[in-house]
């Protein structure tokens, strides 16, 4: 049974069809990126796995739990995490207010305690600024922090919005080395990014969305030496 299941997926804002009747899954232990052109649907389909905009037609399963009209807060607790578009950190608190935050699903203070350990040790970086105001970090610090923050609730599956937007690439290089060890450490990723060749990279698996609707799929390192892939999203 695959980890998330997505089927039949439709989305609307108001009258205008955003998500054609997707389907895909994810695999426990896997990383799948979602890649396309801006406007494709790829933040929409987040969104609406993560409970942010609800979904007209099609069901979303996680674990075997239909989860397709679920509130997001009630995903947390589940294992599912939200590093947003454009990082969302609380800029008047500090590193480690914001780290506590990402905890407020769980109760037991010494597991939040080691787990601010092993994500400092993860982002060494964040413990230098533990006190510094969210808001006065770098593009790079704050993604950092993005991270660590959805790490905090310990979860199975993190679901990543273009985490290498914006940022230098000495620093996007730093953020995807961050991604596979997530990864490798057993966390499930499902990324969308602009990066493609980045993301293809570290990828399992990937799926190309133009307009609402998938229109190639298969292994990354495959997709990666597609000369329709290569023209539309490689090219340099």
């Given amino acids: 049974m695959p980890m998330l299941e997505v089927k039949d997926l439709e989305v609307y804002y108001g009258m205008i069809q955003a998500i054609k009747g997707i389907s895909f899954q994810v695999d426990e232990g896997d990383v799948i990126a979602l890649i396309g052109a801006n406007g494709a649907g790829k933040t929409t389909i987040l969104h609406t796995i993560t409970g942010l905009i609800p979904a007209k037609a099609g069901t979303i399963t996680f674990e075997g739990t239909d989860i397709t009209h ?27 207010e914001n780290l506590k935050m990402g905890a407020y699903t769980r109760k037991d203070k010494q597991e939040i305690e080691d787990t601010i350990k092993m994500i400092y040790g993860r982002f060494p970086r964040l413990e230098e600024r533990k006190n510094q105001l969210a808001g006065t970090l770098s593009g790079g610090e704050q993604q950092m922090l993005a991270m660590g923050r959805a790490l905090m609730s310990h979860p199975r599956l993190i679901v990543m919005d273009e985490p290498s937007m914006g940022l230098s690439p000495i620093y996007v290089n730093e953020i995807f080395d961050i991604i596979k060890k997530i990864s490798s450490e057993g966390t499930t990723v499902l990324l969308v990014e602009q990066n493609a060749k980045k993301a293809l990279a570290i990828a399992n698996k990937a799926y190309v969305l133009e307009t609402g609707r998938i229109v190639l799929q298969g292994n990354a390192k495959d997709l990666m030496n597609d000369d329709s892939v290569k023209k539309a999203y490689l090219s340099e």
């Fill in 70 to 96: 679920m509130p997001g807060h009630k995903l947390v607790p589940m294992g599912i995490a939200h590093v947003p578009e454009g990082r969302r950190v609380f800029a008047q608190l500090s590193v480690l």
